[in-house]
């Protein structure tokens, strides 16, 4: 949560600041601030002036723990994010979108499930629903690197009718 | 004041007996006092000391329920013959037989009252004092019909029985009419207790239209048959003539009773394994077993084979005429129809559940001790009925020096 | 008769001798839907006296009435449960029910096989895996369906359940008689009975109840989920909606047609649990994929 704050308030400065291009991109949803890691944003600031390697490999040096299991056989790193802007995400007709905004990324692939994440159908909803329901982005729940979701333990079963739990 | 002496009277009466007549009622009203113990400790926890869960809701009590609103309905048995074909021999035991509907009725009224949890809302279902839900809920009809029956089966014989008190001929026009509104009222009380499973569309076991001619088949064995007995212990401690002609009589339309009661039952089984639906899963729970579930597999079986042996006994003339075999084949009706329609009727209906879930339910010891303290409560306050209603039958317990005077 | 009145009054004596006035207001209360405002604000006030003995919380116990225009649905998607009870405990601790001995379950999760939908004898309910989802099953949860057309409530003999103008299937639980007829009449065992005292951890009390809805009960009436009534009224979504994890579950107002509820009936694929029943449930079970 405090993680989300910060990168809210660093993705709310730089855009204040800087005012790059496509920062102020109408609001289509109310959603929280992305899920980014703390302390990665802006990328930036690593980023700027490192030259830019387009080839298709293991990360070794920085972000090792990414593992692409996203169409990883037709995709790379840079298919998403902007080379030269690493602030920003590219959509396939080269515009840049903030990371706040990644949902016109994925509808790109995702058309229907996008249809039903507008109508509220796909993903979930917390708050009010009339009027002030809040979206939560598709990267909250779904890791973009790894967007399957992984299996978890269930909550316990109930009592069973006799269980010494259920008599006096 | 008239009213007070005869009370006065009537408690003397019940206070005195021979020995075996006290130890008689102390033996029940130790019975009574134990289940009583039970039951205040039901009410203190909650229900959760039964054997009762979500599964299955209803138990022990709600069969002992269904059972004796059947014997009850039972006594019009007696009534139809005695009071349209004059049929004699079972005219002047009449009183003694509604007389033990009456107290079947209460002891059903008392099951359902030990297994509703918040017995201190009762009066909920008071009409207009309380909410009661007439005509939408079945319970609702069926506390109106129930008490109303208790009333019928009241009022006949005491009317009776003053009359005789005061050694006066019965009004014929006065007791008629109730006595033949009380026909279609005891097939109305057990169309009634069947409709109110019969309704549920959540239970396809009880969701056969079956259900309710079944329910006046088998109530017409079981409550017979228990009288049957009954009335061979009143002639044997009284001087109450009950002739043999009487019993053989009644045993007789058991047979035609349990032919009927055998058959429907048949009906149902063949329709539901036959086309073998997925309704078929309570009916398998019950003669086979679910899922390893077996529990009550030996009851049902148990319960159909005493229920043929009974009809063999009872449809041969020679064994129905003998009062040893006679016996017999009341006892195995009693006890074989009390299963089939007790927890045999009740518990598949809620197994398996509507989700599917299997929980085997059998009662435990608070059900137990509850149920038969109420079966010797309710055998309590028939043999006090009977320690009054005797004495006037026969002639012996009468109004002395106000003959004359008002009734 | 005699015995039956003995019985009354021995209930009644009882209840008397507590001695506690408390008690005896509790006891000649009036069925919900015929108390005045003035009447209710009393009651309510009962109530909130007595949570704050019990638990050491001021709770505050809402009458609200339905808002106009409005009959609550409830979207579940097939697709996406992966059986994990969350919704199950969260719907426990947000409607006060008793945690043990009786353990009380608004929702059931149960487990098929895949290929198998409609008969549900071979459902699992206790089925306890390392992890979920299982390759071979599919789960389906179960609660009050909130029935157009309910069966539980035409058969309470005392009216003590009935469905509100905006559809929930509510209880008043200081009404109920405890006879469990609705328990036996309910095709989704969408109801449970307190068998005796709710058990609720003092600190873990939700302190904002609804008459009709997560104030804690009392011994031997019957209780059901009532779509978070406490919640839904205020705008806000239950308790089950917002605890899982993979968005299967969707809520709304099937009056609105901008809802999250009526779109997901007009285009995706939709089934009403035992609809041969003709319950008219307001559950719809749907598959997003």
């Known amino acids: ?168 | 004041m008239e009213a007070w002496r005869f009370f006065k009277k009537t408690l003397a009466l019940v206070m005195k007996g021979s020995l075996a007549y006290y130890a008689w009622c102390f033996f029940l009203l130790a019975i009574v006092f134990i289940g009583l113990k039970f039951y205040t400790a039901q009410l203190d926890y909650g229900l959760i000391v039964t054997n009762m869960r979500d599964q299955v809701s209803w138990g022990l009590y709600i069969a002992n329920f269904t059972y004796l609103v059947g014997v009850a309905a039972a006594a019009v048995l007696l009534v139809i013959p005695a009071y349209i074909y004059h049929f004699d021999p079972i005219k002047e035991i009449v009183v003694l037989g509604e007389l033990f509907a009456a107290s079947s009725i209460i002891m059903a009224l008392m099951f359902v009252f030990v297994d509703i949890g918040r017995p201190d809302k009762f009066w909920h279902l008071l009409p207009f004092v309380g909410k009661l839900a007439f005509p939408d809920s079945l319970l609702a009809w069926d506390v109106i019909v129930l008490n109303g029956y208790l009333i019928l089966n009241i009022y006949v014989p005491v009317y009776i029985l003053v009359k005789s008190y005061y050694r006066k001929e019965p009004n014929i026009k006065a007791v008629v009419p109730v006595i033949l509104l009380s026909i279609p009222w005891a097939v109305g009380i057990h169309t009634v207790t069947a409709f109110l499973y019969n309704g549920l569309a959540a239970r396809p076991f009880w969701n056969a239209s079956i259900l309710a001619p079944r329910f006046l088949a088998s109530a017409f064995c079981s409550g017979p048959a228990i009288i049957i007995i009954i009335f061979q212990v009143i002639r044997r401690i009284s001087n109450v003539k009950i002739a043999n002609e009487a019993l053989f009589k009644i045993a007789e339309l058991i047979a035609y009773a349990m032919f009927l009661n055998l058959f429907l039952m048949g009906a149902e089984i063949f329709k539901e394994f036959y086309s073998d639906t997925v309704h078929l899963a309570p009916l398998t729970y019950l003669y086979e077993g679910l899922h390893n579930h077996k529990a009550l597999v030996p009851w049902i079986w148990a319960s159909l084979s005493m229920n043929l042996a009974a009809f063999f006994i009872f449809l041969i003339p020679k064994t129905r005429r003998y009062l040893v075999t006679l016996n017999i084949g009341s006892l195995l009706i009693i006890v074989g129809v009390w299963i089939e329609k007790g927890l045999c009727f009740v518990l598949p209906g809620f197994i398996p559940d509507p989700l599917g879930e299997i929980y085997e339910y059998m009662p435990n010891m608070t059900e137990t001790a509850v149920s038969m303290g109420i079966w010797a409560l309710g055998l309590l306050i028939f043999t006090l009925f009977m320690k009054v209603a005797i004495p006037i039958e026969a002639g012996t317990f009468f109004h002395s020096k106000h003959e004359t005077r008002n009734e | 008769m005699k015995m039956l009145s003995a019985g009354f009054l021995a209930g009644f004596v009882g209840v008397g001798t507590s001695c506690n006035h408390v008690i005896d207001e509790e006891f000649l209360q009036k069925h919900f839907l015929e108390m005045t405002d003035e009447e209710k604000q009393r009651v309510v006030r009962r109530l909130e006296e007595k949570y704050l003995r019990e638990y050491g919380k001021t709770a505050h116990v809402s009458t609200g009435a339905a808002k106009p225009k409005t009959l609550w649905g409830y979207g579940l998607d097939l697709s996406r449960c992966i059986g994990c009870r969350r919704c199950v405990y969260a719907c426990v601790r947000e409607n006060n029910n008793s945690r043990y001995k009786p353990q009380l379950h608004w929702i059931r999760v149960i487990r098929l096989k895949k290929g198998n939908l409609i008969n549900l004898e071979n459902a699992e309910h206790y089925y306890n895996p390392e992890t979920v989802p299982e390759e071979d099953f599919i789960y389906m949860p179960v609660q009050c369906q909130h029935c157009e057309n309910p069966p539980c409530v035409k058969v309470c003999p005392v009216h003590a359940t009935w469905k509100e103008p905006d559809g929930l299937v509510v209880v008043d639980y200081n009404w109920c008689i405890g006879c469990r007829y609705c328990i036996a009449a309910c095709p989704y065992k969408g109801r449970v009975f307190n068998w005796t005292r709710p058990n609720i951890p003092k600190e873990e009390l939700n302190p904002a109840m609804h008459y009709l809805g997560n104030r804690p009960r009392i011994k031997n009436v019957v209780d059901k989920c009532t779509f978070c009534i406490q919640r839904v009224r205020s705008g806000r979504y239950p308790a089950c909606v917002e605890a899982c994890p993979t968005g299967t579950r969707k809520f709304g107002n099937l009056l609105d047609k901008n809802s999250e509820i009526r779109y997901l009936i007009e285009n995706k694929r939709v089934f009403r649990l035992k609809e041969d029943l003709n319950t008219e449930p307001k559950f719809y079970y749907f598959f997003s994929l």
């Open chain 1, 1 to 168: 949560m405090r993680a989300a704050t910060y990168s809210f308030l660093i993705l709310f400065l730089s855009g204040t600041l800087f005012q790059l291009p496509g920062g102020t991109a109408k609001e289509e949803f109310p959603v929280p601030p992305p899920p980014l890691s703390e302390g990665i944003f802006p990328c930036s600031a690593c980023h700027e002036g490192m030259p830019v390697n387009p080839t298709k490999r293991e990360l070794k040096d920085a972000h090792t723990d990414i593992k692409l299991h996203h169409a990883e056989g037709v995709r790379w790193c840079l298919d998403c994010h902007d080379p030269t802007n690493r602030d920003k995400l590219k959509l396939t007709s080269g515009e840049l979108v903030d990371f706040g905004e990644s949902y016109l990324l994925c509808r790109q692939c995702h058309g229907p499930i996008y249809r039903d994440w507008t109508a509220g159908i796909h993903g979930k909803r917390t708050g009010y629903f009339d009027g002030k329901r809040t979206y939560l982005l598709c990267v909250h729940c779904h890791n973009p690197h790894d967007p399957k979701f992984n299996p978890i333990k269930p909550e316990p079963p109930p009592y069973r009718p006799r269980d010494r739990h259920n008599v006096r």
